[in-house]
């Protein structure tokens, strides 16, 4: 279970999200540039990324923490010309503070709510036991300001992708050559904590089109061979977007763990072997994969309706938490991807209501949402999330490479 964190100063939209949940060593807390009113006072992305780590340490005091506990920012840009600006606000904001520097992912996606050009997405801890680490034998991705943030087991990458530090491919623009270069990277930096591509339990892969889909498949399951059988890929959430910056085809985010990892599967929710697994469990942590309305023999379920579409979602990330002997209210946080253009009143009612109805209390998962280009073919909306199951639910069978694979019958 988590408790629900928030201000009075903050804008807040308690029906559908939680303004942060703190679980675990972990707090989650997304926000933007918005008043408690809901008004933006600055037209600028410079401006609103301001205002949006003001709003960040505004949520965070009220768990007791501070900017400096960040360890991990998901920073989404619907202009990403702006994206010049948003890093030169982050650097300032943290690039005095070597020690405690974030691991950043900034992209371009369609829209936010409420005209908003930036929505910034942090995971801050209050453990001590962490470091930030830099390879200086590889570029920055744009606005990152080192490679990644270890939190005692866990290891949060910031973006990474096949650029050459200052935005610009450093490779042909094929998918096949920047998806191989990128997963080389992860590699390299995942070494430095002595640990290798077999030990990520969470990925994150935006990409400017789902034409690009098929030679990134078949480039990572190239790499992925030997590493990880078809069914046991990490669960990944494949979004696709406007913009990356020039001939920027991937960037990646990831997530690996020193330890024992367990492959969570429900017999309800469709297996994609070669591309993902449902989710995976990291100790107390489940991180559910990126679900849409897809169901078994591909067939998408409820196409032309973007209720019934999020009803499918819903149930599925539901199934899947239950398979890991939990309960949706075990939910800490959830991101819901859109398909530019839907109705996000007709959202806001759909997601509202499953909960009600499927909640034990009365207290929202925290989150956000963002409108994106494409996702699944015929597939309005995308969820994935992250859940904190009790410690009751622990002991299943380990499998090999220390992957542990439960399935609820």
């Known amino acids: 279970m988590f408790s629900a964190i928030g201000s009075p100063q903050l804008f807040s939209e308690n029906n559908l999200f939680a303004q942060g949940a703190a679980a675990g060593e972990f707090v989650f807390l997304a926000q933007d540039g918005r008043g408690s009113n809901g008004a933006l006072d600055d037209p600028s992305t410079k401006g609103q990324a301001r205002l949006a780590l003001k709003n960040l340490a505004t949520g965070l005091k009220a768990a007791g923490l501070d900017v400096s506990s960040i360890v991990s920012l998901m920073v ?76 005692g087991d866990l290891v949060f990458l910031s973006g990474i992708d096949a650029t050459d530090g200052h935005g610009n491919s450093a490779l042909p623009p094929t998918i096949q050559a920047q998806t191989t270069e990128t997963l080389s990277r992860i590699r390299r930096l995942l070494g430095m904590q002595d640990l290798a591509l077999g030990d990520l339990c969470r990925t994150f892969m935006f990409m400017p089109g789902t034409k690009y889909r098929p030679g990134y498949g078949e480039a990572r399951k190239a790499v992925y061979n030997g590493i990880f059988a078809d069914d046991e890929f990490p669960p990944n959430s494949g979004i696709y977007i406007p913009a990356l910056g020039p001939n920027v085809l991937l960037r990646s985010a990831a997530i690996a763990y020193r330890g024992a990892k367990t492959i969570v599967a429900s017999p309800k929710v469709r297996k994609a072997p070669g591309s993902f697994s449902q989710s995976m469990r990291v100790g107390d942590w489940l991180l559910i994969a990126g679900q849409d309305a897809v169901g078994f023999n591909r067939e998408v379920e409820n196409e ?57 209390s009365s207290t929202m998962p925290a989150g956000l949402t963002m409108e994106v280009q494409e996702l699944s073919p015929r597939c309005l909306v995308e969820i994935d999330g992250v859940a904190l199951l009790p410690q009751a639910s622990r002991g299943f069978a380990p499998q090999r490479r220390g992957v542990r694979r439960e399935d609820s019958r």
């Open 76 to 151: 989404y840009l619907p202009r990403y010309e702006g994206a010049a600006e948003a890093s030169e606000v982050l650097a300032a904001a943290f690039g005095n503070d070597p020690k405690n520097l974030p691991a950043i992912t900034l992209v371009g996606i369609a829209g936010l709510e409420a005209g908003c050009l930036v929505r910034m997405d942090a995971i801050a801890t209050t453990s001590g036991d962490r470091e930030s680490f830099r390879h200086t034998d590889l570029p920055l991705a744009q606005g990152s300001l080192c490679h990644g943030v270890r939190v």
């Open 304 to 360: 032309d309706s973007l209720e019934g579409q999020i009803e499918a979602t819903l149930g599925h990330l539901k199934d899947i938490v239950e398979a890991a002997a939990g309960t949706l209210d075990h939910v800490v946080e959830t991101t819901v991807y859109l398909i530019a253009g839907q109705d996000r009143a007709r959202f806001a009612r759909a997601y509202r209501d499953f909960f009600t109805r499927c909640l034990g």
